[in-house]
């Protein structure tokens, strides 16, 4: 008995885990202050927001995941979410970038060691044309 008690502890504490550092990560993606893939800043390393990216895109909940970053994060989070849904959900895809097409909001992206401000207009194009494919 004391064995199955301690068994259900320990299981329900790793469930609250693996729930809570799930949600970390979505939640670091829906405010990550640059849209950046490839190597960046003078040590050429992975940005948190493709680190974050790339973890949610090896979930099983990916699809969803990006759905909600597309929802609830910022423009830059928009854009993540929009390159994983180029693959994961093209209709998906055409449907949330359509709005966006016409927008003349900004974003931040950063390109090596330069962090500029672009029309998202131009970065979902660009997501179309495969600049960003996503890992998997």
Sequence with gaps: ???????????GTLSLFAADSHDRVVESLLKVPQFA????????????????????????SAQNDFEKAFQTGNIEA???????LFKLNHDKFVQLAAPLRKSDAQVNTMTGCIVTKRAVSA????IETGLYSPKK
Excluded: N
């Design 123 to 126: 970065v979902v194009s660009e």
């Design 78 to 84: 928009k854009c993540y979410a929009l390159v994983a």
């Design 1 to 11: 008995m004391t064995h199955s008690l301690i068994s259900a502890v320990l299981l």
């Design 37 to 60: 893939f490839g190597g960046v800043g003078f040590a050429g390393v992975t940005s948190e927001g493709e680190k974050d990216y790339t973890a949610i895109l090896a979930r099983p």
